[in-house]
Protein backbone atom coordinates (compact mmCIF):
# COMPACT_ATOMS: atom_id res chain seq x y z
CA UNK A 1 0.00 0.00 0.00
CA UNK A 2 1.80 3.32 -1.22
CA UNK A 3 1.78 6.43 1.08
CA UNK A 4 -0.50 8.28 -0.74
CA UNK A 5 -3.07 5.61 -0.70
CA UNK A 6 -1.98 4.79 3.49
CA UNK A 7 -3.40 8.51 4.07
CA UNK A 8 -6.19 8.49 1.77
CA UNK A 9 -7.35 5.40 3.46
CA UNK A 10 -6.95 6.90 6.54
CA UNK A 11 -8.70 9.63 6.24
CA UNK A 12 -11.76 7.92 4.50
CA UNK A 13 -12.02 5.28 7.54
CA UNK A 14 -11.65 8.34 10.25
CA UNK A 15 -14.66 10.43 7.64
CA UNK A 16 -16.80 7.50 7.95
CA UNK A 17 -16.03 7.50 11.73
CA UNK A 18 -17.65 10.78 12.02
CA UNK A 19 -20.28 10.68 9.11
CA UNK A 20 -22.55 7.77 10.87
CA UNK A 21 -21.87 8.75 14.07
CA UNK A 22 -24.35 6.68 16.10
CA UNK A 23 -23.38 3.64 14.47
CA UNK A 24 -20.22 4.25 15.70
CA UNK A 25 -20.70 5.22 18.91
CA UNK A 26 -22.86 1.77 18.59
CA UNK A 27 -19.42 -0.17 17.83
CA UNK A 28 -17.43 1.44 19.99
CA UNK A 29 -19.77 0.62 23.39
CA UNK A 30 -19.86 -2.99 21.43
CA UNK A 31 -16.58 -3.34 21.78
CA UNK A 32 -15.97 -1.92 25.30
CA UNK A 33 -19.11 -3.99 26.87
CA UNK A 34 -17.50 -7.13 25.39
CA UNK A 35 -13.64 -6.44 26.49
CA UNK A 36 -15.21 -5.51 29.83
CA UNK A 37 -16.71 -8.72 30.09
CA UNK A 38 -13.65 -10.62 28.96
CA UNK A 39 -11.65 -8.42 31.46
CA UNK A 40 -13.81 -9.35 34.34
CA UNK A 41 -13.60 -12.63 33.91
CA UNK A 42 -10.19 -12.82 33.43
CA UNK A 43 -9.84 -11.18 36.31
CA UNK A 44 -11.48 -13.33 38.72
CA UNK A 45 -9.62 -16.28 37.35
CA UNK A 46 -6.15 -14.60 38.10
CA UNK A 47 -7.22 -13.87 41.32
CA UNK A 48 -8.79 -16.96 42.13
CA UNK A 49 -5.67 -18.48 40.86
CA UNK A 50 -3.78 -16.57 42.78
CA UNK A 51 -4.96 -17.46 45.76
CA UNK A 52 -5.40 -21.02 45.24
CA UNK A 53 -1.54 -20.67 44.63
CA UNK A 54 -1.65 -18.99 48.33
CA UNK A 55 -3.26 -21.88 49.60
CA UNK A 56 -1.21 -24.53 47.77
CA UNK A 57 1.90 -23.07 49.58
CA UNK A 58 0.15 -23.05 52.75
CA UNK A 59 -0.43 -27.01 52.06
CA UNK A 60 1.57 -29.08 54.06
CA UNK A 61 1.81 -32.76 55.54
CA UNK A 62 3.50 -33.72 58.72
CA UNK A 63 6.30 -36.87 58.59
CA UNK A 64 6.30 -38.47 62.43
CA UNK A 65 9.63 -40.19 63.28
CA UNK A 66 10.56 -43.54 65.21
CA UNK A 67 9.73 -42.97 68.70
CA UNK A 68 13.35 -44.91 68.89
CA UNK A 69 15.13 -42.16 67.04
CA UNK A 70 17.16 -39.30 69.39
CA UNK A 71 16.47 -35.59 68.92
CA UNK A 72 19.57 -35.43 67.32
CA UNK A 73 19.12 -38.54 64.56
CA UNK A 74 15.71 -37.47 64.13
CA UNK A 75 16.87 -33.34 62.92
CA UNK A 76 19.69 -35.34 61.15
CA UNK A 77 16.52 -36.56 58.65
CA UNK A 78 16.19 -32.98 57.52
CA UNK A 79 18.62 -33.16 54.59
CA UNK A 80 17.30 -36.47 53.31
CA UNK A 81 14.02 -35.22 53.40
CA UNK A 82 14.84 -31.75 51.96
CA UNK A 83 16.52 -33.55 49.20
CA UNK A 84 13.26 -35.24 48.00
CA UNK A 85 11.89 -34.18 44.31
CA UNK A 86 9.21 -31.66 44.87
CA UNK A 87 10.06 -31.01 48.55
CA UNK A 88 10.40 -26.99 49.39
CA UNK A 89 10.96 -27.06 52.76
CA UNK A 90 11.22 -29.99 56.08
CA UNK A 91 10.66 -28.12 59.07
CA UNK A 92 11.60 -30.24 62.10
CA UNK A 93 9.02 -30.12 65.57
CA UNK A 94 10.15 -31.01 68.41
CA UNK A 95 7.92 -32.89 71.39
CA UNK A 96 7.94 -30.09 73.10
CA UNK A 97 7.07 -27.42 70.44
CA UNK A 98 4.32 -30.03 69.16
CA UNK A 99 2.69 -29.85 73.08
CA UNK A 100 3.04 -26.21 73.00
CA UNK A 101 0.95 -25.60 69.63
CA UNK A 102 -1.07 -28.61 70.73
CA UNK A 103 -2.04 -26.84 74.76
CA UNK A 104 -3.00 -23.59 72.81
CA UNK A 105 -6.98 -23.51 73.89
CA UNK A 106 -6.64 -25.85 76.03
CA UNK A 107 -4.69 -24.44 78.75
CA UNK A 108 -8.04 -24.62 80.80
CA UNK A 109 -8.48 -28.05 80.95
CA UNK A 110 -7.46 -30.14 83.65
CA UNK A 111 -7.11 -33.19 81.67
CA UNK A 112 -4.38 -31.20 79.32
CA UNK A 113 -2.46 -29.83 81.97
CA UNK A 114 0.04 -32.46 83.32
CA UNK A 115 0.69 -34.05 80.17
CA UNK A 116 4.15 -34.94 79.30
CA UNK A 117 5.35 -34.11 76.25
CA UNK A 118 6.78 -37.64 75.51
CA UNK A 119 2.93 -38.78 74.98
CA UNK A 120 4.23 -37.06 71.30
CA UNK A 121 6.60 -37.59 68.75
CA UNK A 122 8.76 -35.63 67.07
CA UNK A 123 7.99 -34.75 63.97
CA UNK A 124 8.54 -32.72 60.35
CA UNK A 125 6.44 -30.42 58.52
CA UNK A 126 6.76 -30.37 55.14
CA UNK A 127 5.82 -28.53 52.40
CA UNK A 128 5.60 -29.19 48.30
CA UNK A 129 6.58 -27.33 45.57
CA UNK A 130 4.01 -28.80 43.17
CA UNK A 131 0.57 -29.89 44.81
CA UNK A 132 -0.55 -31.84 42.32
CA UNK A 133 2.72 -34.29 43.06
CA UNK A 134 1.47 -34.69 46.76
CA UNK A 135 0.87 -38.49 46.59
CA UNK A 136 4.42 -39.31 45.10
CA UNK A 137 5.90 -37.22 47.54
CA UNK A 138 4.17 -38.84 50.37
CA UNK A 139 5.14 -42.10 49.10
CA UNK A 140 8.66 -41.18 49.21
CA UNK A 141 8.59 -39.72 52.40
CA UNK A 142 6.82 -43.16 53.90
CA UNK A 143 10.09 -45.24 52.68
CA UNK A 144 12.67 -42.86 54.35
CA UNK A 145 14.60 -44.68 57.63
CA UNK A 146 13.64 -43.10 60.65
CA UNK A 147 10.18 -41.93 59.59
CA UNK A 148 7.26 -44.07 61.48
CA UNK A 149 4.20 -42.45 60.12
CA UNK A 150 3.18 -39.40 57.50
CA UNK A 151 -0.13 -37.40 57.77
CA UNK A 152 -1.13 -36.18 55.01
CA UNK A 153 -4.66 -34.28 53.61
CA UNK A 154 -4.59 -35.88 50.47
CA UNK A 155 -8.40 -35.11 49.51
CA UNK A 156 -7.68 -31.57 50.26
CA UNK A 157 -4.53 -31.27 48.34
CA UNK A 158 -6.46 -32.65 45.04
CA UNK A 159 -9.65 -30.64 45.80
CA UNK A 160 -7.23 -27.19 45.47
CA UNK A 161 -6.06 -29.09 42.19
CA UNK A 162 -9.61 -29.66 40.84
CA UNK A 163 -10.66 -26.41 41.35
CA UNK A 164 -8.06 -24.55 40.18
CA UNK A 165 -8.42 -26.75 36.85
CA UNK A 166 -11.50 -25.88 36.49
CA UNK A 167 -11.83 -22.18 37.75
CA UNK A 168 -8.96 -21.73 34.40
CA UNK A 169 -11.03 -24.31 32.32
CA UNK A 170 -13.87 -22.45 32.32
CA UNK A 171 -12.77 -19.28 31.88
CA UNK A 172 -10.63 -20.08 29.14
CA UNK A 173 -14.04 -21.34 27.34
CA UNK A 174 -15.95 -18.20 28.42
CA UNK A 175 -13.42 -15.90 27.21
CA UNK A 176 -13.19 -17.96 24.08
CA UNK A 177 -17.35 -17.79 23.65
CA UNK A 178 -17.58 -14.35 24.46
CA UNK A 179 -14.63 -13.02 21.51
CA UNK A 180 -16.39 -15.21 18.96
CA UNK A 181 -20.15 -13.78 20.27
CA UNK A 182 -17.98 -9.80 19.96
CA UNK A 183 -16.83 -10.76 17.02
CA UNK A 184 -19.77 -11.13 15.23
CA UNK A 185 -22.00 -8.75 16.97
CA UNK A 186 -18.97 -5.98 15.82
CA UNK A 187 -18.99 -7.75 12.38
CA UNK A 188 -23.44 -6.78 12.25
CA UNK A 189 -22.74 -3.23 13.71
CA UNK A 190 -20.41 -2.53 11.44
CA UNK A 191 -22.27 -4.01 8.54
CA UNK A 192 -25.02 -1.22 9.64
CA UNK A 193 -22.53 1.10 8.37
CA UNK A 194 -21.33 -0.60 4.94
CA UNK A 195 -25.16 -0.95 3.97
CA UNK A 196 -25.85 2.67 3.79
CA UNK A 197 -22.41 2.81 1.11
CA UNK A 198 -23.66 -0.39 -0.62
CA UNK A 199 -23.73 2.02 -3.74
CA UNK A 200 -20.79 4.19 -3.17
CA UNK A 201 -19.41 0.57 -2.94
CA UNK A 202 -20.51 -0.39 -6.24
CA UNK A 203 -19.81 2.04 -8.05
CA UNK A 204 -16.21 1.89 -6.86
CA UNK A 205 -16.33 -1.98 -8.15
CA UNK A 206 -17.48 -0.82 -11.86
CA UNK A 207 -14.81 2.05 -11.96
CA UNK A 208 -12.45 -0.78 -11.24
CA UNK A 209 -11.04 -0.07 -7.85
CA UNK A 210 -9.88 -3.17 -6.63
CA UNK A 211 -11.42 -5.07 -3.76
CA UNK A 212 -8.20 -4.32 -1.10
CA UNK A 213 -8.52 -0.41 -2.23
CA UNK A 214 -12.62 -0.69 -0.93
CA UNK A 215 -12.08 -2.42 1.92
CA UNK A 216 -8.84 -0.80 3.50
CA UNK A 217 -11.10 2.47 4.76
CA UNK A 218 -13.22 -0.12 6.59
CA UNK A 219 -10.36 -1.49 7.54
CA UNK A 220 -9.22 1.52 9.42
CA UNK A 221 -12.15 2.79 10.55
CA UNK A 222 -12.51 -0.70 12.88
CA UNK A 223 -9.25 -0.47 13.90
CA UNK A 224 -9.85 2.60 14.98
CA UNK A 225 -13.21 1.85 17.28
CA UNK A 226 -11.13 -1.13 18.20
CA UNK A 227 -8.58 0.47 19.55
CA UNK A 228 -11.00 3.51 20.83
CA UNK A 229 -12.60 1.13 22.82
CA UNK A 230 -9.91 -1.16 24.16
CA UNK A 231 -8.88 2.22 25.62
CA UNK A 232 -11.80 3.28 27.26
CA UNK A 233 -12.81 0.03 28.50
CA UNK A 234 -9.43 -0.39 30.01
CA UNK A 235 -9.78 2.58 32.19
CA UNK A 236 -12.93 1.38 33.33
CA UNK A 237 -12.07 -1.71 34.20
CA UNK A 238 -9.44 -0.39 36.08
CA UNK A 239 -12.02 2.10 38.07
CA UNK A 240 -14.34 -1.11 38.81
CA UNK A 241 -10.95 -2.89 39.72
CA UNK A 242 -10.61 -0.09 42.24
CA UNK A 243 -14.05 0.27 43.52
CA UNK A 244 -13.98 -3.65 44.14
CA UNK A 245 -10.93 -3.95 46.15
CA UNK A 246 -11.70 -0.93 47.95
CA UNK A 247 -15.02 -2.24 48.97
CA UNK A 248 -13.62 -5.58 50.02
CA UNK A 249 -11.20 -3.97 51.89
CA UNK A 250 -13.45 -1.92 53.79
CA UNK A 251 -15.45 -5.32 54.71
CA UNK A 252 -15.02 -6.98 57.45
CA UNK A 253 -16.48 -10.22 56.40
CA UNK A 254 -14.59 -10.32 53.38
CA UNK A 255 -11.47 -8.81 54.13
CA UNK A 256 -9.50 -12.12 54.11
CA UNK A 257 -9.65 -12.00 50.62
CA UNK A 258 -6.33 -9.85 48.65
CA UNK A 259 -6.76 -8.99 44.92
CA UNK A 260 -3.74 -8.58 42.83
CA UNK A 261 -3.32 -4.69 42.57
CA UNK A 262 -4.26 -3.77 39.41
CA UNK A 263 -0.80 -1.69 38.90
CA UNK A 264 0.95 -4.48 38.84
CA UNK A 265 -1.29 -6.04 35.84
CA UNK A 266 -1.80 -2.76 34.57
CA UNK A 267 0.96 -3.19 31.56
CA UNK A 268 -0.36 -6.64 30.21
CA UNK A 269 -4.19 -6.17 30.51
CA UNK A 270 -3.58 -2.85 28.11
CA UNK A 271 -1.60 -4.85 26.04
CA UNK A 272 -4.63 -7.90 26.10
CA UNK A 273 -7.23 -5.44 25.60
CA UNK A 274 -5.50 -3.44 22.37
CA UNK A 275 -4.68 -6.47 20.56
CA UNK A 276 -8.04 -7.83 21.31
CA UNK A 277 -9.82 -4.82 20.58
CA UNK A 278 -7.84 -4.59 17.39
CA UNK A 279 -8.88 -7.97 16.09
CA UNK A 280 -12.53 -7.41 17.22
CA UNK A 281 -12.60 -4.15 15.16
CA UNK A 282 -10.73 -5.29 12.13
CA UNK A 283 -11.49 -8.87 11.83
CA UNK A 284 -15.31 -7.67 12.46
CA UNK A 285 -14.81 -4.74 9.74
CA UNK A 286 -13.50 -7.35 6.92
CA UNK A 287 -16.31 -10.02 7.72
CA UNK A 288 -18.39 -7.04 7.52
CA UNK A 289 -17.32 -5.45 3.76
CA UNK A 290 -17.26 -9.53 2.47
CA UNK A 291 -20.75 -9.25 0.68
CA UNK A 292 -20.96 -6.15 -0.61
CA UNK A 293 -17.90 -6.78 -2.82
CA UNK A 294 -19.39 -9.06 -4.42
CA UNK A 295 -20.76 -6.94 -7.03
Not at 42 to 53: C, E, G, I, P, Y
Not at 154 to 160: C, D, E, P, T, Y
Request: net charge neutral; aromatic share 10%.
Amino acid sequence: MERTNFGYHLSEGWRSIFTHGFMSFAAACMIVACLLIMGCFSLVALNLNRMLDDLERENEFLAYIDESLSEEEARALQSSLESIPNVSSALFVSREEAMTAFMEGREDQPLFRKLPAEVLRHRFCIHVKDIEKIGTTVGIVEQVGGIADVRAELKIARGFVTLRNIAGAVALVLITILLIISLFIIANTIKLTTFSRREEISIMKMCGATNWFIRWPFVFEGMILGLVGAFLAFFLQWGIYALIQNAITRSGEISIITLIPFSSMAGRVLKTFAATGFVIGTGGSLLAIRRFLQV
